[in-house]
């Protein structure tokens, strides 16, 4: 067994939230390897980076991921006993319940009320001095997400709603006051939702049998009984939220456009292809999901290392999307690389790789590219604004992180 590099120290995990989005380049970088130990919350941690590295990943004979997300992440990002944390058939099974309501159909049903719902909000838009983009874009995901999944929710509560489960997802790499925003709300969620999800199996809420709402309420385990509505109303969360987290791959795509301007000729074609590379090159540059984490399941070698049992393993996604190796020009945003092929494979995992149907990777990838092509679409196409002087940047420290204006624009008109 070969040793490989490790951090020579006692605890990593001030340096992982301080360095965020580069915890494991920095370090692969330094040691000039794909494969190093460290130390974070007091245990060993092996990181790992490249493809060949995200392909063992998820071998699903040598990695489980039960116990992989530490419990505060569960009661903030995804709720406890959630599909993230499942193996095997009972993964299976839950999988392809999400899977199921997420083809091509369900896809372009969502962006086409996604498009309608920005025509909706064009005259408000219009009256107001100054607009705030990524305010606007997760209310907007809020309100189609609930009426696409077929959750009566009134107009009135879309912005807290849309506020809460953001909450949940900025509280992932985050202690303190926001860490416990996060919690606050996915508790005020789960119960408001758990409410719904019984009103639907006592049919005093009618639900359509094909939307996720029935799907959710109506799930079962692998002995066949109905969940405890808790778990439904989790796993009916964990198909809002990410719908309104596209708010953020969002407001990167309208900063992409304001500063790189050459980038929104082949858009104005009405070409999808030429849609699809940009959206794909918003979720190759810009950061949101920072790494994977899994555990080992039983001892395996790999590369002459040998991965003990129960080791917390963290796959980058952030630094392998930025390393020359497998990018051309990783630091420049630029639609071409994209051009000759999906790279549909294990150098671009923005929402993980391999197969959604046989391990973890994001059942909501084909939506997300969906509803960010039609977002995109409008903004090139459909309206017109200004971008006054505001501060685009956004720390890299910060995991997830967002531009700090949240994108202002100014004489927004519909074209
Ligand atoms: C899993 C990213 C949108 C539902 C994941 C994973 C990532 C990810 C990195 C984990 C992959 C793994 O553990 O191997 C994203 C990003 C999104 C997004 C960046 C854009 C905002 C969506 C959407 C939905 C969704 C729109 C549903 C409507 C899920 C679910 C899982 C998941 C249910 C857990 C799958 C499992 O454990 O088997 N996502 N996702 N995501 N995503 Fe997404």
């Known amino acids: 067994n070969e040793e490989i590099p490790h951090e020579e120290g006692m605890d990593h995990s001030i340096a992982l939230l301080q360095e965020g989005y580069l915890f494991i380049k920095n370090r692969a970088d330094q040691f000039k390897t794909d494969l190093f130990e460290t130390r974070v919350l007091g245990k060993k941690v092996v990181c790992m980076t490249g493809p060949e590295a995200a392909k063992i990943f998820y071998d699903l004979d040598r990695f489980q991921r039960k116990w992989a997300a530490p419990y505060r992440i569960q009661q903030s990002l995804f709720g406890v006993g959630a599909i993230q944390g499942m193996d095997g058939q009972a993964h299976h099974q839950r999988k392809q319940q999400f899977l199921s309501l997420m083809d091509k159909r369900n896809q372009e049903r969502l962006a086409e009320m996604v498009t309608n719902e920005l025509k909706h909000s064009i005259p408000q838009w219009e009256k107001e001095e100054q607009v705030r983009f990524f305010k606007e874009i997760k209310n907007v995901l809020c309100w189609v997400a609930c009426q696409w999944a077929g959750v009566p929710v009134k107009e009135e509560d879309i912005p807290d709603l849309a506020d809460d489960l953001i909450s949940m997802v900025y509280a992932f790499g985050r202690v303190g006051p926001e860490h416990w925003k996060g919690r606050t709300a996915r508790n005020r969620t789960e119960g408001w939702m758990e409410n719904i999800i019984e009103d639907v199996r006592s049919g ?198 967002l531009p700090k204006s949240g994108f202002l624009m100014t004489n927004v008109k519909r074209i």
């Open 204 to 401: 005093n809420i009618p639900a359509d049998e094909s939307s996720a709402l029935y799907v959710m309420a109506f799930l079962k385990d692998e002995k066949g009984q109905h969940l405890p509505a808790k778990k439904a109303a989790i796993e009916l969360i964990n198909v809002l939220r990410p719908i309104v987290a596209i708010s953020t791959y969002i407001t990167f795509a309208a900063v992409a456009l304001h500063e790189h301007p050459k980038t929104k000729e082949p858009l104005k074609e009405h070409n999808s292809r030429n849609l699809e590379m940009f959206v794909n090159e918003v979720r190759r540059f810009y950061p949101f999901g920072p790494f994977l984490g899994a555990r080992v399941k039983e001892d395996f070698t790999w590369n002459n290392y040998t991965f003990k049992r129960g080791t917390l393993v963290l796959l980058d996604i952030y630094g392998m999307h930025h390393d020359e190796r497998f990018w051309e020009t990783p630091n420049q945003f630029d639609p071409n690389n994209f051009k000759n092929q999906d790279r549909n494979d294990y150098s671009f995992i923005p929402q993980g790789g391999s197969d959604p149907g046989k391990g973890h990777r994001c059942p909501g990838e084909g939506i997300t590219v969906e509803v960010m092509k039609a977002t995109v679409d409008f903004l090139v196409n459909k309206m017109d604004y200004d971008v006054p002087a505001q501060d685009f940047n956004y720390s890299l420290d910060e995991m997830p992180t």
